[in-house]
């Protein structure tokens, strides 16, 4: 008997497990919307973080650990139109190693397309980047060309 009550509680814990976190939120309704509406970039490094503990004598340790740095990168202007996007950049900024960021429509996804980099990621923005956006109703599509320039 005591078999079958633990078969039972642990099938009712795996069933627990695979059900929905997403009590109380909203499911988000289809749309036709593809567009982005935000394009910045920031700058990406591997630094090193100094950490400081105790051993269980009381003698003080210090070592380092290796951390993701980042700072964003101003944008000097912006400009989007129908499928083409203009960022101005500052005359400083490495364009070959950049991080790109989009800010696109609710529930849409963003492809790169003809070799563009995958944004997020370190990248080559020093030519002219293509990327699909894909609406929530996965039907809608709008292809967007993002040039990125220098400016004092």
């Given at each position: 008997?005591?078999?079958?009550?633990?078969?039972?509680?642990?099938?009712?814990?795996?069933?627990?497990s695979?059900?929905?976190?997403?009590?109380?939120?909203?499911e988000?309704?289809?749309?036709?919307?593809?567009?982005?509406?935000?394009?910045?970039?920031?700058?990406?490094?591997?630094?090193?973080?100094?950490?400081?503990?105790?051993?269980?004598?009381?003698?003080?340790?210090?070592?380092?650990?290796?951390?993701?740095?980042?700072?964003?990168?101003?944008?000097?202007?912006?400009?989007?139109?129908?499928?083409?996007?203009?960022v101005?950049?500052?005359?400083?900024?490495d364009?070959?190693?950049?991080?790109?960021?989009?800010?696109i429509?609710?529930?849409?996804?963003?492809?790169?397309?003809?070799?563009?980099?995958?944004?997020?990621?370190?990248?080559?923005?020093?030519?002219?980047?293509?990327?699909?956006?894909?609406?929530?109703?996965?039907?809608?599509?709008k292809?967007?060309t993002?040039v990125?320039?220098?400016?004092?």
């Amino acid at each position: 008997m005591k078999t079958v009550a633990q078969k039972t509680i642990l099938l009712i814990l795996v069933l627990l497990s695979f059900s929905s976190c997403n009590m109380g939120l909203d499911e988000l309704p289809f749309s036709d919307k593809c567009e982005i509406s935000s394009f910045n970039f920031e700058k990406r490094w591997l630094g090193k973080e100094e950490r400081i503990t105790s051993d269980q004598d009381g003698n003080v340790i210090k070592y380092w650990v290796d951390k993701v740095m980042f700072q964003a990168i101003p944008n000097k202007a912006l400009d989007i139109s129908n499928t083409n996007i203009d960022v101005a950049v500052p005359d400083t900024t490495d364009l070959k190693s950049v991080v790109g960021l989009a800010t696109i429509s609710v529930g849409a996804t963003i492809t790169p397309l003809e070799g563009s980099p995958k944004l997020g990621e370190r990248a080559d923005f020093s030519m002219p980047r293509k990327y699909r956006v894909t609406a929530s109703d996965g039907i809608s599509q709008k292809d967007w060309t993002i040039v990125v320039r220098k400016e004092k």
